[in-house]
T-cell receptor, first 111, second 116 residues
Framework: GQQVMQIPQYQHVQEGEDFTTYCNSSTTLSNIQWYKQRPGGHPVFLIQLVKSGEVKKQKRLTFQFGEAKKNSSLHITATQTTDVGTYFCAGQGGGNTPLVFGKGTRLSVIA | GAVVSQHPSWVICKSGTSVKIECRSLDFQATTMFWYRQFPKQSLMLMATSNEGSKATYEQGVEKDKFLINHASLTLSTLTVTSAHPEDSSFYIC????????????FGQGTRLTVV
């Protein structure tokens, strides 16, 4: 079945440094979504990418969807302590199929 | 935005007892809801897809007789962990898609189950 790999598993950065997490699917996706989960909280939707090669920005966050619609990345510029949490990518194969989540990247930011 | 409410947020139960977790879509109707399980510092593992008015679809390896899912209305799905054991202790979380909003998942707050 569909698998979604995500790296790195952990990332520790100094405040102000950049951060990137990568996601790769074993199959072509209809869309990929990104979620953020704060410690003790539930996942919160960040964005959805649908088009091949799509790039979207949300303030300091930049999301990319690969040309083959099998990989994606999330880049945070100049991290802040409020960015702390686990970032999950989630891929969908098509139709009303469930999302398949990556293992997540836990980001810690040292002030 | 769409809100999904999950109750209870945490529960402690004795081994051998059953626990029911509710997932409600508060301001929209959800024909499909999803149930996930999340171990500490792990990803969300899909357990089953809950379909209103029909049987749930379980993922491979999930015991349907142990994790009973009922989706009796368009706004409520329940997950019952039957004869709970300590290894069932986990964070259970539901999600639903808001109609017309694509496939963005709205998650409930999650339920932390501890079986002692």
């Amino acid at each position: 079945g569909q698998q979604v790999m995500q790296i790195p598993q952990y990332q520790h950065v100094q405040e102000g440094e950049d951060f990137t997490t990568y996601c790769n699917s074993s199959t072509t996706l209809s869309n990929i979504q990104w979620y953020k989960q704060r410690p003790g909280g539930h996942p919160v939707f960040l964005i959805q990418l649908v088009k091949s090669g799509e790039v979207k920005k949300q303030k300091r966050l930049t999301f990319q969807f690969g040309e083959a619609k099998k990989n994606s990345s999330l880049h945070i510029t100049a991290t802040q302590t409020t960015d702390v949490g686990t970032y999950f990518c989630a891929g969908q194969g098509g139709g009303n199929t469930p999302l398949v989540f990556g293992k997540g990247t836990r980001l810690s930011v040292i002030a | 935005g769409a809100v999904v409410s999950q109750h209870p947020s945490w529960v402690i139960c004795k081994s051998g007892t059953s626990v029911k977790i509710e997932c409600r879509s508060l301001d929209f109707q959800a024909t499909t809801m999803f149930w996930y399980r999340q171990f500490p510092k792990q990803s969300l593992m899909l357990m089953a897809t809950s379909n209103e008015g029909s049987k749930a679809t379980y993922e491979q390896g999930v015991e349907k007789d142990k994790f009973l899912i009922n989706h009796a209305s368009l706004t409520l799905s329940t997950l019952t962990v039957t004869s709970a054991h300590p290894e069932d202790s986990s964070f259970y979380i539901c999600s639903a898609n808001f109609p017309g909003a694509g496939t963005e998942a709205f998650f409930g707050q999650g339920t932390r189950l501890t079986v002692v």
